[in-house]
């Protein structure tokens, strides 16, 4: 399925940018479609629990898919640190949709940041889950997401 739709672009988040953490506010007028799977990816929290990356691997990713208005997209690139810190690409989704994501560029440095312990693999591919489980996911923030029907 194409990644445009009526002037919009799919995107899939599946850290900060998910809805109600830190970093949602940057999506701008999103338009939420479902909850969704990336496979062949792995996941790599920072073990502070700032963010987490997504790198090309065997795992899968759990995240949101959005609806973004295509100018928006630039400004996106730019908060994600496009093309040093991150890269764009599209990515077919478990559920069929194809999307952009944000996943990780330099394959060597987040290995490096993983050898020094400033990140570590998490195979349950879900940021929400890891943050509950390291008890930095506010309980404000698990209303919020149950609200919307959000795990």
Same mark, same amino acid.
């Given at each position: 399925?194409?990644?445009? *739709?009526? /002037? #919009?672009?799919?995107?899939?988040?599946?850290?900060?940018? #998910?809805?109600?953490?830190?970093?949602? *506010?940057?999506?701008?007028?999103?338009?939420?479609?479902? +909850?969704?799977?990336?496979? /062949? $990816?792995?996941?790599?929290?920072?073990?502070?629990?700032?963010?987490?990356?997504?790198? !090309?691997? +065997? /795992?899968?990713?759990?995240? +949101?898919?959005?609806?973004?208005?295509?100018?928006?997209?630039?400004?996106?690139?730019?908060?994600? /640190?496009?093309?040093? *810190?991150?890269?764009?690409?599209?990515?077919? $989704? !478990?559920?069929?949709?194809?999307?952009?994501?944000?996943? *990780?560029?330099?394959?060597?440095?987040? $290995? &490096?940041? &993983? #050898?020094?312990?400033?990140?570590?693999?998490?195979?349950?591919?879900?940021?929400? $889950?890891?943050?509950?489980?390291?008890?930095?996911?506010?309980?404000?923030?698990? &209303?919020? #997401?149950? &609200?919307?029907?959000?795990?």
């Amino acid at each position: 399925m194409s990644i445009e *739709h009526s /002037g #919009r672009v799919k995107v899939f988040v599946y850290g900060t940018l #998910r809805y109600a953490l830190s970093n949602y *506010h940057v999506l701008k007028d999103p338009v939420f479609v479902r +909850e969704d799977y990336a496979s /062949g $990816l792995d996941l790599y929290p920072r073990t502070d629990g700032c963010y987490p990356f997504a790198i !090309e691997g +065997e /795992g899968r990713v759990k995240g +949101e898919l959005y609806l973004l208005k295509s100018e928006d997209i630039p400004a996106l690139d730019d908060f994600e /640190g496009v093309p040093n *810190h991150y890269i764009r690409k599209e990515k077919q $989704l !478990e559920s069929g949709e194809s999307a952009q994501i944000y996943l *990780h560029g330099d394959l060597d440095s987040l $290995l &490096e940041l &993983e #050898r020094n312990g400033y990140v570590q693999k998490f195979p349950e591919g879900d940021w929400v $889950l890891y943050l509950d489980q390291k008890s930095l996911l506010y309980d404000n923030v698990k &209303e919020m #997401r149950r &609200e919307k029907g959000l795990s």
